[in-house]
Nanobody
């Protein structure tokens, strides 16, 4: 069993930066994919960025060149550095982790990110 705990959300002005962190506990070495999804009010949850334990990344087009995902495999942590934030980035951000075959999926409780003047 794996638990995911996010931190780092908050209120930031447009153009600002935030860094989200997610700490996994339990069998962290089983987590091939780790990443971030987000859900804005009235919208479906969407992928933001994922990173495999081998270093392969996948970003949503809307965040490419602004967001950077990184992870520490040994510690079971994943980070999302978000720069040049826009109001449309406002959402609840969820940490996600999956096994290599995607047969096991874990979610964090979510952290609110609000971009407003």
């Amino acid at each position: 069993q794996v638990q995911l705990v996010e931190s780092g959300g908050g209120l930031v002005q447009p153009g600002g930066s935030l860094r989200l962190s997610c700490q996994a506990s339990g069998n962290v070495f089983s987590l091939y994919f780790m990443g971030w999804y987000r859900q804005a009010p009235g919208k479906q949850r969407e992928l933001v960025a994922t990173l495999t334990s081998g270093g392969s990344t996948n970003y949503a087009d809307s965040v490419k060149s602004r967001f950077t995902i990184s992870r520490d495999n040994a510690k079971g942590t994943v980070f999302l550095q978000m720069n040049s934030l826009k109001p449309e980035d406002t959402a609840v951000y969820y940490c996600n982790a999956q096994s290599r075959q995607r047969t096991l999926t874990y979610w964090g409780q979510g952290t609110q990110v609000t971009i407003a003047s």
